[in-house]
């Protein structure tokens, strides 16, 4: 008996380390429940979820929906939002270790959390009770044992706390922040913004955006098209950073068995970027403004503090400076303080940052409006759009007027503060009845922006009469180049190249001496990392293009061993190359060290509900644990531009792919009976 029991603990002990070592290769089954009881529902709905991220739900009320929705997020995107939550509650800290102290300090010093506990508090009844029932339907998806056991939760040792309905605008405050593009007042002197770049909150963060791999706002796009065969359509690129999850889940709301809502919605709220409902479409630029200037001598600085409790449980006391009406006084660095200041310095005069953050507002009304067959204003972050009433006669813009950065020629206007927009609105006009099929714009990869700077560069080689055969077949390759940035093409690797050697502005500033030494630099530099043989020398490597796991930001030296592990497992990813900044499809270009935008969701729709609504982006399939992520090369999910969400499956169109094939699971939601 007693070698039978010896036999039998060795089994079992066998069968645990087996069980452990699956499930640390294997994970755990991320497939929903086939049925859950919840409370919060008003009766029975339907949640289908599809392996590329897409939820169709179908609800007997919108408030239904609502839930619903919360639902799926906590499913699909719990690592995203619950992250998202802690640095806008400026928390990350007692996550990562005090590595993570000042980005928890400008998350702070913003008052990310204290604005949207006040907003929250001013909101109407019915806004409110919306946003409460979404928190409920989050919380219910939290406590499922498939989300609750999922990797990063497991490696960082979450147990998730509840979600409540204000945390939504906090989300909403950092989504904001995040989406902030810079512009200074203009001053006598000029160091406005050089006061933010040696700050305190701009090093911090810098450090909060890497950690959520979430930036490059500025470069989005969003576009009115007219097409012959459906008529008006809107179009969105949305440059999300670097982050190899999904920022935004596609959705489609039925009520009782119609369509109602459909679009692409931001995890942790009920804001949807591009969207459209009974009253019409809509497509947000998703942008917000901040400005740097110096305060004057009759503002008067207020100072309040607040405490910090890292991982180890030590309190860090934060200093917050701000002026009467809610601007931030930025902190110079030490290091800085004697360059950066003079006679009329920067730490003399308090370099402050506006922003419309620092009120209490909020866009949750809008947020009430898309669920209540209404347009949104989308007004309070000063964000601007174009939609499309639901009559489908006419466009009209959303957002103050002043800010439209406009470009609108051949059929299609554009609606954009990206940098590039020079060179966008060159393309756009050169290309005229040889412009791409205006649904298919963001694809276009195609740049104006090297033309004479190649024809320029080809000829001082020519007239160099250059021997080295190197040289001549680089040469043989750009005079080729049809200055389409493909994933394909050996020249975009040597002209963005070259760049990084020589300005391509002004064309007529290229002497041969240049034009030879940039070549014969570009040659060393890729030779050096791709090998000799040109044909090596693809787009898809030379851009260098990597996506990154949420999370994995700035590290201690010693950090403790479960962020060790969370840091080990989740390792970058690269992706092939394609597109670049002055083409419409996008593409980092290769002179950015930092804040490399590799992710990019693109998009088109129409009006009416139901019709194929469009949209493509790159994503990281992290569907299981640590055994999948010790491949060096991990394959990457790129959706179909024509992946649908007005049915998973349905809305078909000619050169599209077939996503009826695509699994999909459904989750019955029941209500709880007293």
């Known amino acids: 008996m007693r070698v039978f029991s010896i036999v039998l603990g060795i089994l079992v002990g066998v069968a645990a380390i087996v069980s452990v070592l699956i499930y640390l290769t294997f994970g755990i089954s991320t497939k929903p429940p086939d049925s859950v009881v919840v409370q919060g529902l008003s009766t029975v709905s339907y949640v289908r979820f599809s392996e590329t991220g897409t939820v169709r739900i179908n609800a007997a009320t919108l408030e239904d929906a609502a839930f619903s929705l919360g639902f799926s997020h906590a499913v699909n995107h719990s690592w995203e939002i619950l992250l998202m939550r802690q640095a806008a509650l400026g928390r990350l800290s007692e996550w990562f270790t005090s590595v993570a102290l000042p980005e928890d300090k400008l998350a702070r010093k913003l008052r990310l959390a204290e604005y949207a506990r006040r907003a929250f508090d001013e909101l109407q009844p019915d806004v409110a009770g919306l946003l409460n029932t979404y928190a409920r339907g989050i919380n219910a998806g939290l406590k499922l044992d498939q989300v609750r056991a999922s990797a990063p939760l497991v490696l960082m040792e979450i147990d998730p706390e509840p979600w409540e309905a204000w945390h939504s ?114 497509a947000d630029l998703n942008q917000s403004r901040v400005s740097v200037h110096f305060s004057s001598p009759s503002d008067s600085i207020h100072i309040t503090f607040d405490r910090i409790t890292t991982s180890r449980n030590r309190e860090e006391l934060v200093k917050i400076p701000f002026l009467s009406d809610g601007r931030l006084v930025l902190t110079i660095m030490d290091q800085h303080r004697e360059t950066a200041s003079g006679a009329d310095s920067v730490v003399a005069r308090s370099a402050v940052l506006e922003w419309p953050g620092f009120r209490i507002n909020s866009n949750a009304p809008q947020w009430y409006k898309t669920f209540n067959d209404q347009l949104p204003d989308n007004t309070s972050f000063s964000m601007s759009g174009i939609q499309i009433p639901g009559d489908g006669l006419s466009f009209r813009w959303s957002g103050p007027a002043s800010e439209l950065k406009m470009i609108d020629f051949n059929g299609v206007i554009l609606l954009t503060e990206s940098q590039n927009r020079t060179f966008l609105n060159d393309l756009l006009r050169s290309r005229e009845d040889k412009l791409v099929e205006p649904a298919n714009l963001f694809l276009d990869s195609q740049s104006d922006a090297f033309v004479s700077f190649t024809d320029s560069l080809v000829a001082k080689i020519e007239d160099a009469r250059i021997i080295n055969v190197r040289i001549k077949e680089a040469i043989d390759y750009i005079r080729a180049w049809d200055q389409v940035f493909d994933r394909a093409s050996i020249a975009a690797s040597l002209i963005a190249t070259i760049s990084q050697f020589y300005s391509v502005h002004p064309y007529d500033s290229l002497t041969t001496e240049n034009a030879v030494d940039g070549l014969q630099a570009a040659l060393d530099t890729l030779s050096g990392q791709y090998g000799t043989d040109m044909r090596s020398w693809r787009w898809e490597s030379v851009q260098n293009r990597w996506l990154y796991f949420p999370g994995d930001g700035v590290r ?119």
């Open 169 to 282: 605008l906090s989300v909403e405050r950092l989504w904001g922040w995040l989406g902030a593009s810079f512009e200074t007042v203009p001053d006598p002197d000029s160091l406005a913004l050089a006061a933010w770049e040696v700050s305190e909150e701009a090093a911090a963060d810098r450090s909060l955006r890497s950690r959520l791999h979430v930036f490059g706002f500025q470069e989005n796009i969003v576009a009115a098209v007219e097409n012959n065969d459906s008529g008006k359509n809107l179009l969105f690129r949305y440059v999300t950073g670097d982050t190899g999850v999904p920022v935004f889940q596609p959705f489609a709301i039925d009520i009782d068995g119609r369509p109602r809502l459909e679009g692409i919605s931001l995890p942790g709220t009920l804001f949807i970027p591009a969207g459209r409902n009974v009253a019409g479409a809509w």
């Open 556 to 674: 201690s030296d010693n950090p403790p061993r479960h962020v060790e592990q969370f840091v080990r497992d989740f390792t970058p990813v690269r992706v092939a190359g394609h597109g670049h900044p002055t083409s419409f499809s996008w593409g980092p270009d290769l002179s950015k060290r930092q804040f490399r935008s590799s992710a990019v969701w693109n998009g088109r729709f129409g009006v009416e509900l139901g019709s194929v609504f469009e949209f493509s982006h790159e994503a990281v399939s992290y569907t299981q644990f640590l055994g999948r992520f010790l491949a060096e090369n991990r394959s990457v999910d790129r959706l179909s531009l024509y992946s649908t969400v007005g049915g998973i499956g349905t809305g078909q169109s000619g050169n599209t792919a077939n996503t009826s094939t695509e699994k999909t699971w459904s989750t019955t939601l029941i209500p709880e009976r007293n």
